[in-house]
């Protein structure tokens, strides 16, 4: 029996490209996963060049390289700094991001991640982290219920659905991904079921997981991280991320909030690689479905 496939790597040519390896360099991915990406970073890097793999989720750790050059860090990319601060790294070459939940979430039913199968109500990247999804459905109020369903999942009907989740588990306790669907399923469109159940189950998980703090965290302390010429590859999988990495190119701020010199020449610690948002092809997307929704930005940092 073939093993499960932890994760397929995202737009890997293109990522291996933006990132302009040096053979000496060293990089940072800050979400391993499955390792793909980093496998093809280490591919191209020399006997002194160095590789840090950073995941929150032990499970990880499995599929850690076995090679002296690189360095497993069961850690959430927030605290990218500190842990690189350990190490004695005070720069690097190029940091890669790539944001998107890997098959592994989704294949273990038991984690909670997918509609497609009734589990408990989890969705922690970190299985030791002390909130889940369980915890946000039966404990926040109507009004941040709805908040968390329109900003993150961005639902038409949240509110409706955010009063049907209060009103179920005045009976009992929603504990399982079944008990969810089955509260906010009124609302939902049948011929568009799987595309909303999607989007409620992504907007739990990003509030469970706090993925729009940490990725602001990471955007604000790579400045701090690459040195003159360094890359940041990111790749995003919903408008909120693409939007908060946009600006972040852009202006070297999340806020989007562009700075201008005396003669009104943009200050901005970064330089757009690709102006074009990169997007899987049509060979990817057929080969891996989960790649449709996938972007890439490239940016270089500026000796100012």
Sequence with gaps: ?????????????ECIEGLNIRPDGTYVDVTFGGGGHSRAIMSHLGSGGRLYGLDQDMDAYANRLDDSRFTFVHSNFAFLRNFMRYYGVNQVDGILADLGVSFHHFDEAERGFSFRADAPLDMRMNRLASTDAAQVVNTYDEARLAQVLY????LKQSRRMAAALVKARASQPLITTGQLIEAVKPFIKPAQEKKELAQVFQALRIEVNHEMDVLRRLLEQSLGLLRPGGRLVVITYHSL?????????????????????FY???NAPLR?????????????????????????????RIDM
């Design 151 to 154: 900003l993150y999942g961005e």
């Design 264 to 266: 009104g020449r943009v």
């Design 1 to 13: 029996m073939q093993p499960a496939i932890y994760h397929i790597p995202a737009l890997l040519d």
């Design 272 to 300: 757009a690689v690709n102006n074009k948002v990169i997007v899987p092809s049509d060979d990817e997307i057929q080969a891996n479905p989960r790649s449709r929704s996938a972007k890439l930005r490239i940016a270089e």
């Design 241 to 261: 991320e693409d939007r908060l990495v946009k600006n972040f190119v852009r202006s070297g701020n999340v806020e989007g909030r562009v700075e201008k010199d």
